[in-house]
């Protein structure tokens, strides 16, 4: 059965940074691109990163990129998003997912560019709120 927990979350001032793990369990990272995405209340999901399986290669959405750093420790089954300089704008529930159709990141110039439909295994998400 796989399975993904987010943690990490919580409240941060403006500026602050924060470190979210997600922990995969049941299925091997070396197959599958892991995104986290986010969604603010009245808001659509957003694909925020990516990394990709077997490469590592990594791909950030334009609104984060310089400011977040996707990583992954296939030894622990866990990926990493680590958030600096936060903004109010990126107070949301976080969420990761895999990329069950694509090994490598889904990509368009450059920037993370995810479909929504090829995501499964979504976690329960862990809040992050960006608030002075």
């Known amino acids: 059965q796989v399975q993904f927990v987010e943690s990490g979350g919580g409240l941060v001032q403006p500026g602050g940074s924060l470190r979210l793990s997600c922990a995969a369990s049941?299925?091997?990272?070396?197959?599958?691109?892991i995104g986290w995405f986010r969604q603010a209340p009245g808001k659509e999901r957003e694909g925020v990163s990516c990394?990709?399986?077997?490469?590592?290669?990594?791909y950030y959405a334009d609104s984060v990129k310089g400011r977040f750093t996707i990583s992954k420790d296939n030894a622990k089954s866990t990926v990493y998003l680590q958030m600096s300089s936060l903004e109010p704008d990126d107070t949301a529930v976080y969420y990761c997912?895999?990329?069950?159709?694509?090994?490598?990141?889904?990509?368009?110039?450059?920037?993370?560019?995810?479909?929504?439909?090829?995501?499964?295994?979504w976690g329960q998400g862990t809040q992050v709120t960006v608030s002075s």
């Open positions: 049941g299925l091997d990272l070396d197959y599958y691109a």
């Open positions: 990394v990709s399986g077997r490469s590592g290669t990594t």
């Open positions: 997912a895999a990329d069950i159709t694509h090994v490598v990141c889904t990509h368009y110039s450059n920037s993370y560019s995810p479909y929504p439909r090829d995501y499964r295994y």
